[in-house]
């Protein structure tokens, strides 16, 4: 430690610019992508995906750590981005699930203060999710599970995943859902990528689903993080919130709003003072994290963004580093 | 009305629609304190699939319905007309009639027409007839063919899938480079430009993407700021402190939905919107903008009547 911050000291006189920081904040970062090699190997042949770029195919988990290094990013929590493990084939799925996990699993042994872990479910094979969850929860100790918004233009309150999610909600668990291509939307705007403006929608699609469909009531243990800021969720709270008084309210008597401010979010791409109003005035500001999607965009320039906001140092600390070591309790024993 | 209810099996609306007449309209506008209101047709609106001559005649005869009621009611109610895009010669000459003849307010756009979003090539000729004409282009959601069925179950369209267009079409028209290549078109977007506000962070730096240089050079936001949005169903703690910050106050026009936004009784309609807008504790400049300065402003007739 010392030898670092020397290195720093001596960086900041050789530099013409000052560093942003001397004593680093330390954040935490929700929204983290892990491409292991194998798995984009693989991926890449079989995906015409038009997300990411070729540098992906040479990510290391070291490049993550260098990364963060120059953000101020002590901890980060590794997931897959779309298309995830599904390619209609079970046993691929089961494999690819496995795989993804035992390589994260590798870096995370490699780098246990840098990395945590939500693991892959291959949904929507509920039987290959279900041994999975054993293995990423009991033998992996990953922090969680990480779902994509749909499986197969299935969003995750569909009755065919209740099993699955009754045993993460046996087991208290945390999972982390991204977003992901909606099977039936093909390029809307010419030019430009499906995710940028589509992916918002479909997590908006999948938050609205596990609230009607009752499925956040009736497993109430599940503690859900949204990346993103939810999506569109929040801007849409006016149309949801009137399914209250519909008859498909009696799924969730405590209503839509209520059943919203319990679900956590992270703000990846959200770094904007009207995003960030509207999720603030709608559900705890302690239920709000850090989130980059490096390496799809550049976590500096995440932090940069976010610091950039009017919102307070006591807002910031606790959305970039305090709010996550409430839910990861864990985190406190690393001393990160 | 009738017409229409036989056609079609959108789950959209109340039954209180059938018996729409301007005078309950009144009654709801002097119920929630309004002066005015600029008449707009909701989806599915005036294009019939593989019938062209039947969406002309229906478009030219909600537009003479509501030109009457304009001359009934002078001091009440003004309208933007709808035509029967994706038909643009059909569009062009109902433009012409609804100006020349009609006197309309503006004209009346749903968000897209068969799957196209209005930046769609197709739709040039019409903007730049609108951009020679300065026109106020109202724009309303409608369903989207890739969205409409077997989405979120319990949900129908318009709850999602309908904000959800809307800032699609809003995306469309300026990556397009519509916004930019016919500047004196006025939009103006209901419902606070949909999820608008949702995708903001990933779309404001779409102009930097090789795909768009040139299109938009004054950037996303730039032009975003540039458009109106109404205020309708847009929730006073959270959606509206968003669109705030994402445009001027200039830019903000309220909106009602009447008759449609929820459940009947609709007559209280047009004062639960007035609410829910002063529920956001806006500044009395802030207020009078919204509620009447903007809109003048874009109306410059208001003000003599």
């Known amino acids: 430690m010392p030898a670092r911050s020397k290195k720093k000291k001596a960086r900041k006189i050789a530099s013409p610019r000052p560093a942003p920081s001397k004593k680093p904040l330390g954040r935490i970062d929700l929204h983290h992508h892990f491409l292991p090699q194998a798995y984009m190997r693989e991926e890449h042949e079989r995906s015409s995906a038009t997300h990411g770029n070729t540098d992906m195919l040479s990510w290391t988990p070291e490049k993550s750590i260098a990364e963060m290094d120059k953000a101020g990013v002590a901890f980060a929590f590794a997931s897959t981005s779309t298309p995830g493990v599904w390619y209609d084939d079970v046993e691929l799925g089961r494999r690819l699930a496995r795989e993804w996990t035992d390589a994260a699993a590798a870096a995370i042994a490699k780098y246990p203060t840098r990395f945590g872990l939500f693991a892959p479910l291959p949904l929507p094979d509920t039987e290959g999710s279900l041994a999975q969850i054993g293995y990423a929860l009991d033998q992996v100790k990953s922090d969680g599970v990480g779902l994509l918004a749909n499986y197969d233009g299935k969003w995750l309150g569909d009755p065919a995943f209740a099993p699955v999610m009754a045993e993460l909600n046996r087991r208290k668990a945390i999972v982390y859902v991204h977003p992901t291509f909606t099977p039936c939307v093909t390029n809307t705007i010419p030019g430009a990528a499906m995710q940028l403006v589509e992916f918002p929608f479909e997590t908006t699609r999948t938050i609205a689903n596990l609230v009607l469909s009752g499925t956040a009531t009736r497993f109430p243990d599940i503690r859900w993080i949204f990346a993103h800021n939810g999506g569109a969720t929040p801007m849409l709270i006016g149309r949801l919130e009137e399914q209250d008084h519909r008859p498909i309210g009696k799924n969730f008597p405590a209503g839509m709003r209520a059943e919203l401010r319990k679900f956590y979010y992270d703000n990846a791409s959200a770094w904007n003072s009207s995003a960030m109003a509207a999720l603030m005035n709608l559900v705890p500001t302690s239920h709000i994290m850090f989130g980059s999607d490096y390496p799809f965009l550049s976590a500096r320039e995440a932090v940069h963004k976010f610091d950039k906001l009017d919102l307070g140092p006591a807002t910031r600390v606790a959305i970039e580093r305090g709010n996550a070591f409430k839910l990861f309790p864990r985190l406190r024993k690393l001393k990160i | 009305m009738k017409a229409e209810a036989e056609r079609s099996h959108n789950e959209h609306g109340n039954s209180a629609m059938f018996s729409w007449t301007a005078e309950g309209d009144v009654a709801a506008l002097d119920k929630g304190g309004v002066d005015f209101a600029v008449a707009s047709i909701s989806t599915p609106g005036v294009w019939i699939p593989g019938n062209v001559a039947l969406s002309r005649s229906l478009a030219r005869e909600w537009n003479e319905a509501a030109a009457q009621t304009v001359h009934d009611h002078p001091t009440r109610f003004g309208f933007f007309a709808p035509v029967p895009l994706p038909d643009t010669d059909g569009t062009l000459k ?59 179950p319990g949900l129908v369209a318009p709850s999602l899938e309908f904000p959800f267009d809307t800032a699609r079409t809003i995306i469309s028209l300026v990556t397009s480079g519509t916004t930019t290549r016919f500047p004196d078109i006025r939009f103006v977007f209901s419902h606070g430009g949909g999820a608008i506000t949702g995708i903001y962070g990933r779309v404001k730096e779409m102009g930097n993407m090789p795909a768009f240089r040139g299109k938009f050079p004054a950037g996303m936001h730039a032009e975003l700021q540039k458009l109106y949005y109404d205020t309708a169903s847009l929730d006073p703690d959270v959606t509206l402190p968003a669109l705030f910050k994402m445009v001027p106050p200039t830019q903000v026009l309220l909106g009602s939905d009447y008759p449609l936004a929820g459940p009947p009784p609709t007559d209280v309609m047009v004062k639960k919107a007035v609410e829910e807008f002063e529920a956001y504790k806006p500044s009395s400049t802030l207020k009078r903008a919204v509620e009447r300065d903007n809109a003048i402003r874009l109306l410059p007739r208001i003000a003599k009547i």
């Not at chain 2, 009639?97 to 009609?102: E, H, M, P, R």
């Not at chain 2, 004409?133 to 989405?151: D, E, G, I, W």
């Open chain 2, 94 to 152: 109902e433009i012409d009639y609804a100006y020349g003849t009609l006197h309309a307010d503006g004209i009346n756009f749903l968000s897209n027409y068969e799957g196209k979003w209005l930046g769609d090539p197709g739709f040039a000729p019409v903007m730049d007839e609108l951009n020679r004409r300065k026109s106020l282009v109202y724009v309303h959601p409608t369903f989207s063919p890739c969205c409409t069925a077997n989405m979120v």
